[in-house]
């Protein structure tokens, strides 16, 4: 069984393009979670979705920034227009169930580095 | 909002000794969850070890053991004969119970970790 699955692991972009991020969650699971880490900090929220459904957007930039799980593929966050600041790791962690109401683990991927130029 | 502090951005310790890694956090819940996270070079998340609130009895994983001062909001990890592949950050985390809230974890900044050989 394979284990969260991101890519690209690194993508550049320039200043003004479109950043797509690609999640594929473990078999079986239905609950994707996304973070954000800058350079020497820790992970932040971004956003829950579950299958064509975004549940918690209370982390995510109020502009730029989309997430979406579909029904069928990976879920994808995608951020437009990009610029310096958005350089970071984005990390991907998905369950089978959701991790609050049944006390389960989340299991992440290994990230996938944007760096903007 | 829930926070997560780790004082110490970086410690050292020497091979086969033991080490102990702070965290605090603050939280006006009374039930919730608390976790360590071990990020190596490779970026990938590795849940370390986790403990239940309601639990009185601190967390243990064979080397891994936690010291859960609930009144006191404090959370350390302790490392018992150190090894190189211990050598990483090292995140502290919250999460909250409940279906939606409980499904985004609050990290602190991180401990980088070293180990002398």
């Known amino acids: 069984n394979a284990g969260v699955m991101q890519n690209p692991r690194h993508l550049v972009r320039r200043r003004g393009q479109e950043a797509r991020l690609r999640c594929s969650p473990m078999?079986?699971?239905?609950?994707v979670y996304w973070y954000r880490q800058l350079p020497e900090e820790g992970l932040k929220f971004m956003v829950y979705?579950?299958?064509?459904?975004?549940?918690?957007e209370s982390g995510m930039p109020k502009e730029r920034f989309s997430a979406e799980f579909p029904k069928e593929g990976p879920s994808i966050l995608r951020i437009q227009q990009v610029v310096r600041g958005d350089s970071a790791a984005y990390f991907c962690?998905?369950?089978?169930?959701?991790?609050?109401?049944?006390?389960?683990?989340?299991?992440f991927g290994q990230g996938t580095r944007l760096t903007v130029v | 909002a829930q926070t997560v502090t780790q004082s110490q951005p970086e410690m050292s310790v020497q091979e086969a000794e033991t080490v102990t890694l702070s965290c605090t956090y603050d939280?006006?819940?009374?039930?919730?969850?608390l976790f360590w996270y071990k990020q190596p070079p490779s970026r990938q998340m590795i849940l370390v070890i986790r403990?239940?609130?309601?639990?009185?009895q601190n967390a243990t994983e064979n080397r891994f053991s936690v010291n859960f001062q609930k009144a006191a909001k404090s959370f350390s990890l302790k490392i018992s004969d150190s090894q190189l592949g211990d050598a990483a950050m090292y995140f502290c985390?919250?999460?909250?119970?409940?279906?939606?809230?409980?499904?985004?974890?609050?990290f602190g900044e991180g401990t980088q970790l070293t180990v002398n050989p």
């Open positions: 962690a998905s369950s089978q169930v959701p991790t609050g109401d049944m006390n389960t683990e989340a299991f």
């Open positions: 078999k079986g699971h239905s609950h």
């Open positions: 979705l579950q299958k064509e459904n975004i549940i918690d």
């Open positions: 939280t006006s819940e009374s039930d919730y969850y």
């Open positions: 403990q239940e609130a309601y639990k009185q």
């Open positions: 985390a919250y999460r909250s119970e409940g279906e939606t809230s409980g499904s985004r974890l609050t």
